[in-house]
């Protein structure tokens, strides 16, 4: 079945970096986009961007330009979110999530269980 | 910017009774050209990722008891649960996809 399972939770002093994976199986993981929402505690969900899994090309959604870095490894049909210099807002639950068809609609599902990135000094 | 309020923050319905959630855009979601409103709803249970069980406003996921049902069109949508059942118990997010996509904040589902 599809899958996204995701590594597992941080706890980051502020000012460093962490590196989220997101391992995809059950489908050709070049055929899907592969989306990041970050979903901060108490609060709804927030579209970070999305990465085009063929060519590797990332789009940043506002607010999340600079420190965050989406990438790629295909050989291991894995999705990687990177956030540098860490801020105590950084904290949250950030998801993996696929989009649902090869449309260009953006609808996510199935999504990944969650990371929690706690940042706290 | 679109912005996506849903109503109300929580509710608590009796077991079987119904229950409606209220998601409003500030823009019409609704595609002149294909007649489709670009309006998702996801359903999160306690400590689970989100899952989606309505596309285009009303088509129900597979999957996804009819009991569920979605409506609305433009910009004001609702989620009904005709006969809420002990695993419907979550939270609820509509997500407009009309452009970038954006959630509402969500709406809590408890058992009264």
């Known amino acids: 079945q599809v899958q996204l399972v995701q590594s597992g939770s941080e706890l980051k002093k502020p000012g460093a970096s962490v590196k989220i994976s997101c391992k995809a199986s059950?489908?050709?993981?070049?055929?899907?986009?592969m989306n990041w929402v970050r979903q901060a505690p108490g609060q709804g969900p927030e579209w970070m961007g999305w990465?085009?899994?063929?060519?590797?090309?990332?789009t940043y959604a506002q607010g999340f330009r600079g420190r965050f870095v989406f990438s790629l490894d295909t050989s291991v049909n894995t999705a990687y979110l990177h956030i540098s210099s860490l801020k105590t807002e950084d904290t949250a639950v950030y998801f993996c999530?696929?989009?649902?068809?090869?449309?260009?609609?953006?609808?996510?599902?199935?999504w990944g269980q969650g990371t929690l990135v706690t940042v706290s000094s | 910017d679109i912005e996506m309020t849903q109503s109300p923050d929580s509710l608590a319905v009796s077991l079987g009774e119904r229950a409606t959630i209220n998601c409003k855009s500030s823009?019409?979601?609704?595609?002149?050209?294909?007649?489709?409103?670009?309006l998702a709803w996801y359903q999160q249970k306690p400590g689970q990722p989100l899952k989606l069980i309505f596309s285009?406003?009303?088509t129900r996921e597979s999957g996804v008891p009819d009991r569920f049902s979605g409506s609305g069109s433009g910009t004001d949508f609702t989620l009904t649960i005709s006969s809420l059942q002990a695993e419907d118990v979550a939270v609820y997010f509509c997500?407009?996809?009309?452009?970038?996509?954006?959630f509402g904040g969500g709406t809590k589902v408890e058992i009264k």
């Open positions: 999530a696929r989009n649902y068809d090869t449309s260009a609609y953006a609808l996510f599902d199935p």
């Open positions: 059950g489908y050709t993981f070049t055929s899907y986009a």
């Open positions: 990465i085009d899994t063929d060519t590797g090309n990332p």
């Open positions: 823009q019409n979601l609704l595609n002149s050209s294909n007649k489709k409103n670009y």
């Open positions: 285009w406003a009303s």
């Open positions: 997500q407009q996809y009309y452009n970038s996509p954006l």
